[in-house]
C-alpha cells in the first residue's frame, strides 16, 4: 500500500492518512468482486498496521459498496466503518 497523502481533521492531534492500491482489475466490479478484493488485497494490508483495531473504513455510495455480502463483511472487519447503512453514517 503506498500513501498517498496526510491531511488534518479539526483536532490536529489526529491525523488522517490516505491510501491508495493499484489492483489492475480488468473486469467489471460487482459487490462480489468488491468483497473479494477487500479480502484478498486491502485488508490483509491494513490487518498489518498497528492501528488496524482502531481504524474507520470509509466508502462512498457506489451500488457496489453496497450490496448486502459487503455490508456484512464490513460489519465482521470494521468496529465503525462509514457508508450507507455502517456504523457511521454519510453526511448529506
Not at 473486469?27 to 473479494?36: A, D, F, I, R, W
Not at 457506489?62 to 468496529?79: E, M, N, Q, W, Y
Request: charged letters at 20%; hydrophobic letters at 40%.
Amino acid at each position: 500500500m503506498q500513501l498517498v497523502s496526510e491531511t488534518f481533521a479539526p483536532n490536529p492531534q489526529i491525523p488522517q492518512r490516505r491510501a491508495s492500491l493499484d489492483l489492475s482489475i480488468s473486469c467489471n466490479v460487482t459487490s462480489q468482486t468488491y468483497l473479494q478484493m477487500l479480502k484478498d488485497h486491502i485488508i490483509p494490508q491494513l490487518e498489518e498496521h498497528s492501528a488496524f483495531q482502531i481504524m474507520i473504513w470509509q466508502q462512498d455510495d457506489a451500488p457496489l459498496h453496497c450490496g448486502k455480502i459487503v455490508r456484512d463483511s464490513l460489519d465482521d472487519t470494521f468496529l465503525n466503518w462509514i457508508g450507507r447503512r455502517g456504523t457511521v453514517q454519510l453526511l448529506s
